[in-house]
């Protein structure tokens, strides 16, 4: 449907709004007012104004409703979703057992300016009114210029460091790079006549910075006969597992086929994890296809959001790369969608719409007609048996694109290990002895500790309790450059006590090692050698860039991180990688904690010696044995995947029988038992031979953000009859047996905490 789409002619239409029931809700046509399927419209609900969306025409109203309300108004003059679009987010509601209102409410940009307003005073928009169209991709910006005058007194730092960046006509969004309180500094330094200060509107920039355009390299064999099969999909349509190890050159493959796509007029979606939408890869998008391109992510305005949403709708853009909420962007004739890192954990959105943007990838470019193509080193159990099941066409890159070999690992059990050199029982001699040679040698070393702070927690020596979160039952982390305690689901944040909360004894002590601490100790034992850290306390966006380059400029020795040094970055300096404790994934309460394992070991072990000179891996562990270990030390993932498979067959789960997560969370712990024994009755009521019912209990984290969790999981290898269960479970949610914004189904869980 094109913003041209059909005026609906029928009294009545059904309204999907965002309120938590499996529901639409039947609204009257007012006299003059022409809707279309896709509108925005604010209609009354509860004597308030919502604002939901057209799903379609009806002749009747339900039966037995006598009193039925007008549709207030619209807020956008053109449908916000294109057919394509909502038909698919209608087919993904109905898959995950989600609201539709809900759903579309996650999809949709935020409402235009003006929208809200109207939609308090409802009201219809006036002929020629747009309020969507306003000011897209136009924003006032201040410039300020320097006026000859000498400043009589003198400046402060501040002050002087934004005059000093004054370059003739300068726009404040530069000045802010500088000193982040720009603004009331100019407005200072204007009353003291130092600046004269203009706003004026301007073309929103798209990018701060250019990138030289490149074009693609001959591509490998390898390269080559993967090209082959997805570029002969481009008619029809097609969904294929690109398995290839890190640096395979797997990008280049997906630059390569959107580049045939656009040449056949076509517009593509390339979703990849939040944490690997590094500038650096989207430079390279920029380098081969300009900036004809939308980057969506979290971290946008919504203004931001907006620009990229609407210039897709308008066409002006049929390129999209973005996070997982980029699955939604209304890309025009859609021919590719990639998701790059398919296996990774950000794709499953965990409130909310709970849906699995990779699923889903693969389910709107089959309902397009588009060639589906999931990348990965380390594929999802679920994704590699549905390549050997041949739902997805599997396409292997064997090697490094540069043939560069993968680093050889060496395992360090640590259960074995004669006191460390430094005395600090994680770094073994052996990585320590690793580490001296490579800061020797001139090269740079990745040391890669999943906790970030000092401590991941502070015990009471005296009495033996741990400080926890007020509001969640976990232990608060050390974090001690800032001096706080902060517990890392919630945020929340505490000035490190002198005595323990329960037993008031001055004996609280740090437990275990985070970044913080290792970063302290690296720098201590390794002195002189630079060592910088790099993990979410650090680093937001920009910063992760920053950086990085100080790596790249060789600025850097030896660098500590979290999770994010193990994505995509190409950093040629380093020859040593060592893990400082491989196990930590391995211990979840969860069935995919050997496959998590797995994957961030075989990731960490990919960014060593990617330049000229070879490197080395070092995993040290308690669990020498275990097979994701093992496998990833190898670089083997079939190995990983047989083993695996065959446990997961053993239990039923996920590839080989399927899950819904029925929880409740409450801030009231007896409301949430009682509710989730009610849901749980319901489901045992329904549940057949082939269905199981497992708990109900309370979850790993029993508490968190002040709410009681509780929650029982269904499981079969009969997808059909589970999800009668899982809807029976919907229904009673829907009809109050359990309070519906306090009750969710999780279709196919990740979260298994
Ligand atoms: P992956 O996405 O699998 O990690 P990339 O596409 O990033 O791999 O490729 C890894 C490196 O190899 C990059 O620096 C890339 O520019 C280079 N590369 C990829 N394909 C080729 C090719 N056909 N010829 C030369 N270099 C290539
Ligand atoms: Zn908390």
Redesign the pocket.
């Known amino acids: 449907m094109s913003p041209e789409a059909d005026i609906i002619r029928e009294p009545f239409v059904e309204v999907a709004i965002p309120v938590p029931l499996r529901r639409l809700f039947t609204y009257r046509v007012p006299e003059g007012l022409e809707l279309r399927v896709g509108d925005r419209v604010a209609v009354p609900f509860h004597r308030r104004k919502v604002a939901g969306f057209v799903i379609g025409g009806r002749a009747e109203p339900p039966e037995g409703v006598t009193r039925i309300m007008k549709v207030a108004g619209m807020l956008e003059r053109d449908p916000v979703f294109p057919e394509e679009l909502l038909t698919f987010l209608e087919r993904a509601a109905t898959y995950y057992m989600a609201p539709l209102g809900e759903v579309l409410r996650a999809a949709a940009p935020a409402m235009p300016k003006g929208a809200m307003k109207r939609l308090r005073e409802g009201g219809f928009l006036a002929e020629g009114e747009d309020l969507a169209g306003k000011s897209v991709g136009r924003r006032v910006e201040l410039f300020a210029t320097r006026t000859e005058t000498e400043p009589e007194k003198r400046l402060g730092e501040r002050q002087q460091r934004v005059l000093d960046g004054l370059d003739g006509e300068t726009p404040l969004t530069k000045l802010r790079a500088i000193e982040p309180s720009a603004r009331s500094v100019l407005k200072s330094l204007a009353k003291r006549g130092l600046v004269t200060l203009e706003e004026r509107e301007i073309e929103d920039e798209l990018f701060a910075e250019p990138v030289e355009r490149d074009s693609a390299?001959?591509?490998?064999p390898a390269?080559g006969l993967a090209m082959e099969q997805l570029t002969g999909a481009l008619e029809g349509g097609g969904a294929f597992l690109l398995h290839?190890?890190?640096?395979?050159?797997?990008?280049?493959?997906y630059l390569r086929l959107i580049d045939e796509a656009r040449a056949m007029g076509k517009g593509a979606l390339v979703l990849v994890p939040e944490i690997a939408l590094t500038p650096q890869l989207v430079s390279r998008f920029r380098a081969r296809f300009g900036d004809d391109l939308a980057v969506l992510h979290s971290a946008l305005k919504d203004r931001e959001r907006d620009i990229a949403w609407r210039r897709l709708r308008r066409g002006e853009v049929s390129l999209a790369v973005g996070a997982r909420s980029a699955l939604f962007a209304p890309v025009p004739n859609l021919g590719v969608v990639i998701v790059?890192e398919e296996h990774d954990g950000s794709f499953k959105q965990e409130d909310g719409f709970r849906y699995h943007a990779r699923d889903m990838a693969l389910l709107r470019a089959h309902r397009a007609g588009a060639v589906c193509v999931l990348?990965s080193?380390t594929p999802s159990l679920e994704s590699f048996e549905n390549a050997r099941r041949g739902r997805l066409t599997l396409l292997t890159?064997p090697e490094?694109?540069?043939k560069r070999q993968l680093p050889p690992v060496e395992i360090v059990d640590l259960r074995r290990q004669p006191r460390s050199p430094s005395g600090e029982s994680l770094l073994s001699g052996t990585l320590h002895r690793a580490i001296e040679r490579c800061v020797d040698a001139g090269d740079q070393a990745i040391l890669f500790l999943n906790r970030r702070g000092f401590a991941p927690s502070v015990r009471c020596t005296a009495c033996g309790k741990q400080v926890e979160c007020p509001a969640c039952s976990v232990a608060l982390t050390e974090h001690r450059r800032t001096r706080r305690l902060r517990c890392h689901y919630c945020d929340f944040q505490r000035a490190v006590p002198t005595r323990c909360d329960t037993c008031e004894a001055p004996a609280l002590e740090p437990m275990g090692l985070g970044t913080e601490q290792l970063e302290d100790k690296l720098a201590e034992v390794f002195a002189p050698a630079r060592v910088a850290r790099l993990d979410r306390d650090v680093a937001s966006g920009r910063t992760v860039e920053a950086i990085l380059d100080r790596l790249r400029r060789r600025e850097v020795d030896i660098l500590v991180g979290t999770q994010m040094v193990t994505k995509?970055h190409?950093l040629p300096g380093v020859t040593l990688v060592g893990v400082i404790l491989a196990d930590h994934s391995l211990a979840f309460p969860d069935f995919r904690a050997a496959e998590r394992t797995f994957q961030l070991l075989a990731q960490v072990a990919g960014r060593a010696g990617r330049g000229d000179r070879e490197g080395k891996v070092f995993f040290q562990t308690f669990n020498p044995d275990a097979v994701s270990i093992q496998a990833a030390a190898k670089h083997d993932y079939e190995a990983f995947f047989r083993a695996e498979s065959a446990a997961r067959r053993e239990h039923l789960y996920p590839p080989h029988g399927h899950l819904i997560a029925i929880r409740v969370d409450d801030p009231n712990e007896e409301r949430a038992r009682d509710s989730i024994g009610k849901l749980a009755s319901v489901a045992r009521r329904y549940t057949a031979d082939r269905v199981e019912l497992l708990g109900p209990s309370p979850a790993p984290i029993g508490k968190l953000r002040t709410r009681y969790r509780f929650r029982f999981m269904l499981r079969s290898d009969d997808r059909p009859a589970l999800r009668k269960v899982g809807a029976a479970v919907a229904h009673a949610i829907d009809e109050g047996v359990a309070n519906p914004s306090r009750a969710s189904v999780d279709v196919d869980p990740v979260s298994m905490l």
């Open positions: 390299p001959t591509p490998t390269q290839g190890v890190t640096g395979s050159g797997k990008t280049e493959v790059d990348g080193a890159l490094r694109a540069t995509g190409d």
